[in-house]
């Protein structure tokens, strides 16, 4: 009577549990290598040449300034000598912020193009989920293994590669 018990107790839990379908996904991967963020950050980075040749430029009249500072230095009084530094570390501290305005400015429209590439790739997702019954998704950086069979990054990545994605960006303005 105790096996008999057991066996029918045996059974009725197990037929309540059912096999989760579950699938690995890398979104870094499929958001750095997909074909728009690609040709939009050829187009970011042909946008910045000319800025940069500017910042190049600046920045080579200031060593230059800062050469001749120092030859200066013995022909100048020290109060003519500290008036000239403090202008010359004006000039370096302005360069600095406009360098690190131009840098932020670019992060942050890579950062939105980021975000609709994710928006897209999740739409993309849920879609693929739906249709092939998969019920957890799990992103690459969140699991130690994974069979090569659950992972979704490539037909999620030709789906991408597919889709139209409409990507801007702002060019920097001083």
């Known amino acids: 009577i105790k096996i008999f018990s ?10 309540n ?16 290598n997909s074909i728009h963020f690609i040709e939009i950050s050829k187009k970011i980075n042909n ?3 000319q800025a940069k040749e500017n910042f190049q430029n600046i920045e080579e009249n200031l060593l230059r300034i800062k050469a001749e500072l120092e030859e200066s230095k013995l022909i100048l009084s020290n ?3 500290n ?5 010359y570390y004006t000039e370096v501290s302005k360069f600095e912020k406009n360098v690190s305005k131009f840098n932020n400015h670019y992060e942050n429209e890579i950062i939105k193009i980021k975000n609709i590439i994710f928006e897209k790739i999740s739409e993309l997702v849920q879609e693929h989920a739906s249709l092939n019954g998969i019920e957890l998704i799990i992103e ?8 090569d069979k659950i992972n979704i990054n490539e037909v999620i ?9 409409e990507l801007n960006f702002a060019i920097y303005e001083k």
Not at 6 to 15: A, C, H, N, R
Not at 17 to 32: Q, R
Not at 140 to 147: C, G, R, T
């Open 6 to 15: 057991f066996i029918v107790i045996f059974f009725l839990y197990t037929s």
């Open 17 to 32: 549990v059912s096999a989760t379908k579950v699938a690995v996904i890398d979104i870094n991967f499929l958001i750095d």
């Open 47 to 49: 946008s910045q040449i």
């Open 79 to 81: 109060d003519e000598f």
């Open 83 to 87: 008036i000239k530094k403090e202008e």
């Open 140 to 147: 690459k950086n969140q699991y130690l293994i994974a069979a």
């Open 157 to 165: 990545f030709e789906k991408l590669n597919k889709s139209k994605v």
